[in-house]
């Protein structure tokens, strides 16, 4: 028999498959106790498991729900059918401010109600839009760095864009430069280069002439495809030379 099973190797491993499977039957039916607790343990695992990911379906859908409800009331409060393109402006503005001021807020409440869903940094985002309608712009860049914190990738990206734009608007050009930098770093990002490109102007503004001719080469270097706005390579470029 064990000459057989040396000049047959397949049919011994089956062999001793059968004589593990009969010792695991045995072992089982000698300690039930055991086996059917850890049973129940994987079953209540992927119970609960199942139960998480349908709350978190359904906590996601209801925010869904809560942030196109408050859109929908914002473009209604100021005039504007649900699927207009552009918001018209109140003739008071009085009522327009008032009005972006309250859903300013909605937005914010949504925002706070729905945490951790994907609907979260949106509405945020919008919230921070109407704050800087709202010439506040301190409260709209604390709404969007709250909103990156939990975004996906290249909505993160964007709203750094927005941060960025911001702080261009209040002169404050390292801050800007740090913003599209961030959104440069995003490679979910579709204008990633771009948005270096503005980091590297902003540097130049800033005064900072190593870190934009560092940026500049940088996207040379990894998308030399990337045409940046003439005027400013031509910039780049002579700051580059001065550094030589």
Request: hydrophobic fraction near 45%; aromatic fraction near 6%.
């Amino acid at each position: 028999m064990a000459q057989r099973r040396h000049d047959n190797p397949t049919a011994a491993t089956l062999e001793e498959i059968e004589h593990l499977g009969d010792r695991v039957v045995g072992w089982v039916g000698r300690n039930p106790r055991p086996v059917l607790a850890a049973l129940a343990a994987i079953l209540l695992v992927a119970g609960t498991w199942g139960g998480v990911a349908q709350y978190r379906r359904s906590r996601a859908a209801q925010a869904t729900t809560a942030l196109e409800d408050t859109r929908s009331a914002y473009l209604a409060a100021m005039g504007a059918a649900p699927t207009a393109g552009e918001v018209p402006e109140p003739a008071n503005p009085e009522t327009a401010r008032r009005i972006r001021a309250e859903f300013a807020r909605r937005f914010g409440g949504v925002a706070a109600d729905h945490g951790g869903t994907p609907a979260a940094p949106l509405a945020l985002l919008e919230a921070g839009r109407l704050q800087l309608e709202l010439g506040e712009r301190e409260a709209a860049l604390a709404a969007w760095r709250q909103a990156a914190v939990t975004a996906e990738p290249a909505l993160r990206a964007f709203l750094w864009v927005r941060i960025a734009q911001a702080e261009e608007d209040a002169g404050r050009w390292a801050e800007a430069a740090e913003g599209h930098a961030r959104a440069g770093d995003t490679a979910a990002y579709p204008l990633r280069y771009a948005a270096l490109g503005d980091a590297a102007r902003c540097w130049a503004e800033a005064g900072e002439r190593e870190k934009a001719v560092a940026l500049y080469k940088r996207i040379r270097a990894e998308s030399p495809q990337t045409r940046l706005p003439e005027h400013l390579a031509a910039r780049l470029r002579e700051l580059e030379a001065s550094l030589q």
